[in-house]
């Protein structure tokens, strides 16, 4: 049974470029929510999304926007990158109302 | 989410048991408590929940206070595969499941052989 999987696993993006980030949500849910984490820090809920709609949102700005497909998966897209934006990026799925996240290992972008 | 309190680091030694606590006073009735570990260069891995009762699972056993307002995440025997950062979580609930969680900056958890 395969989990969550993420791609890619590590990337290099130059100020106020655009990136798209891709997830597979374990087999079976229906429920995807992204991350963020910093360095040395935990992570930080950018927005779930259900039934291809944005269910909640963390405090992010509109520079962070998603995608949900019929098949759940789902992207992460990001404009106008800033150094800050620099981080891991995680996703993870769940049952819709499942109380365990189950991760995918991230995809860690870097922005020069 | 209701905030909580880990220590920064704790240590211990392989094949013993490692008591990881958190303390979250502002806790209201319907909070679960949820725990997750970050192990290194992975995303994190759910480890247990409860509400108000004691709850075991294969991975760890999670004890919580009679009035709620801490609870003690229980590694019986660690290993040094248990070396990670534990998050202990108290999620918004909406009704809906899994919403979004508030990670703090946990427990480093260091494991000696």
């Known amino acids: 049974d395969a989990g969550v999987t993420q791609s890619p696993t590590h990337l290099i993006k130059t100020r106020g470029q655009q990136v798209t980030l891709r997830c597979s949500p374990k087999s079976g849910h229906d429920t995807v929510s992204w991350y963020q984490q910093a360095l040395g820090q935990g992570p930080q809920f950018i927005f779930q999304?259900?039934?291809?709609?944005?269910?909640q949102r963390g405090n992010f700005p509109d520079r962070f926007s998603g995608h949900q497909f019929p098949n759940y998966s789902s992207e992460l897209n990001v404009n106008a990158l800033l150094l800050g934006d620099s981080a891991l990026y995680l996703c993870?799925?769940?049952?819709?109302?499942?109380?365990?996240?189950?991760f995918g290992e991230g995809s860690r972008l870097t922005v020069l | 989410d209701a905030k909580t309190t880990q220590p920064n680091s704790m240590e211990s030694n392989e094949e013993e048991p490692v008591h990881l606590p958190c303390n979250h006073s502002?806790?209201?009735?319907?909070?679960?408590i949820h725990w997750y570990r970050q192990l290194p260069s992975q995303g994190p891995e759910y480890v247990i929940h409860?509400?108000?009762s004691n709850v075991n699972n294969r991975m760890a056993s999670l004890a919580i206070a009679e009035d709620r307002k801490s609870s003690t995440l229980i590694l019986h025997r660690a290993t040094l595969r248990d070396a990670a950062v534990y998050y202990c979580?108290?999620?918004?609930?909406?009704?809906?499941?899994?919403?979004?969680?508030?990670f703090g900056k946990g427990t480093h958890l260091i494991i000696q052989p």
């Open positions: 979580i108290l999620p918004k609930d909406s009704g809906g499941g899994a919403d979004g969680l508030t």
């Open positions: 502002t806790i209201s009735g319907t909070d679960y």
């Open positions: 999304y259900y039934e291809e709609e944005e269910r």
């Open positions: 409860g509400l108000t």
């Open positions: 993870a799925s769940s049952l819709p109302t499942g109380r365990e996240l189950f």
